[in-house]
T-cell receptor, first 112, second 115 residues
């Protein structure tokens, strides 16, 4: 069973803390993505990666960075968390042939 | 740039009734089309996809969708819903007929099935 695994389902952090969200996929996909999901705003793309050590900004990259040191792992980093980053974060990897995205279970982050 | 519109943010329906969730997109080129479902506190999973061929696509859990190129629509239907279908549904489009292109998502439709 193919899988995208996000390391933390629920996190609570304080303003100014550094936050790491980890994502691992077992499908040997080259492309991986980080989205955030907020009520009324749908899914918004933060960053994506076409391949190892490659990264591209999405629609809302401000306040975030990413790391892709290995093909299976794509990390989202909040250098200094702020309350407006309280959200659901979704990682996905893509099948390049069909375009289908495979999503993780999501990480719900609360910043106090 | 392409855009995807899901006209209904919420759709309440009684159990065993039929349902249609609407999706329209704007694109002047060929497209690949997807419907995803998100159950509470979970990630998105694929319901069905249209890449080519028959415009009527069948997916999991009894859902189907029809691609209408002239109306640039990809509406999702189910003839008889269950309580367990309560979830949020997202339509998505990739442009140019290249599955490697980025997916654009609609804003989502919350389906609420009542007993």
């Amino acid at each position: 069973d193919v899988k995208v695994t996000q390391s933390s389902r629920y996190l609570v952090k304080r303003t100014g803390e550094k936050v790491f969200l980890e994502c691992v996929q077992d499908m040997d996909h080259e492309n991986m993505f980080w989205y955030r999901q907020d009520p009324g705003l749908g899914l918004r793309l933060i960053y994506f990666s076409y391949d190892v050590k490659m990264k591209e900004k999405g629609d809302i990259p401000e306040g975030y960075s990413v790391s892709r040191e290995k093909k299976e792992r794509f990390s989202l980093i909040l250098e200094s968390a702020s309350t407006n980053q309280t959200s659901m974060y979704l990682c996905a990897s893509r099948n390049r042939v069909t375009g289908e995205l495979f999503f993780g279970e999501g990480s719900r982050l609360t910043v106090l | 740039a392409q855009s995807v519109t899901q006209l209904d943010s919420q759709v309440p329906v009684f159990e065993e009734a039929p349902v249609e969730l609407r999706c329209n997109y704007s694109s002047s080129v060929s497209v690949y089309l997807f419907w995803y479902v998100q159950y509470p506190n979970q990630g998105l999973q694929l319901l069905l996809k249209y890449l080519s061929g028959s415009t009527l696509v069948k997916g999991i859990n009894g859902f189907e969708a029809e691609f209408n190129k002239s109306q640039t629509s990809f509406h999702l239907r189910k003839p008889s819903v269950h309580i367990s279908d309560t979830a949020e549904y997202f339509c998505a489009v990739s442009e140019g007929g290249d599955a490697g292109n980025m997916l654009t998502f609609g804003g989502g439709t919350r389906l609420m099935v009542k007993p």
